[in-house]
């Protein structure tokens, strides 16, 4: 079984990778597809209290905010997947997660986070496809 890291954060781009992961599941439909959403802002103490301090549910109410769309479009094609949640830093989580699940490629799309960051810090997406031990499909 092929298995599709799709790392998403709700934005724009990452859209675009949902939907170049939809094409991959038509040409292979027994592929099995992780959605994964990291957020790299701790929860507000208001939150972890409402959720009597349950991390987890915390950051799956988080990635269901902000993934409303991604959701529909998989549910709308019928797609089965698996959300995977986790907080830190976005590339570090998401090619630990990629390492430990097997994965056979990473899907994410581009982020531009300005020319002087981009220096600085690199992108989400550059530090996976870098870090990464499996194929990463970055999409534009």
């Not at 992961?21 to 038509?26: A, D, V, W």
């Not at 040409?27 to 209290?49: G, I, Q, W």
């Not at 907080?87 to 581009?110: C, N, Y």
Request: a neutral charge; proline letters at 3%.
């Amino acid at each position: 079984m092929y298995k599709i890291l799709l790392a998403t954060d709700g934005s724009a781009h990452a859209r675009r990778a949902v939907e170049h992961t939809l094409k991959l599941t038509e040409k292979m439909p027994e592929a099995k597809v992780t959605l994964m959403h990291v957020s790299s802002a701790m929860p507000s103490r208001s939150k972890l209290l409402e959720a009597n301090f349950n991390v987890l549910s915390v950051l799956e109410d988080q990635a269901h905010d902000a993934l409303k769309e991604t959701e529909a479009l998989l549910q709308a094609k019928g797609l089965d997947y698996e959300l995977e949640v986790a907080w830190g830093d976005p590339a570090s989580e998401i090619t630990s997660h990629a390492k430990r699940g097997q994965f056979d490629v990473i899907v994410m799309g581009s982020r531009g986070l300005g020319r002087v960051s981009e220096v600085l810090m690199g992108s989400v997406s550059q530090r996976v496809l870098h870090e990464s031990k499996c194929p990463v499909m970055i999409v534009k």
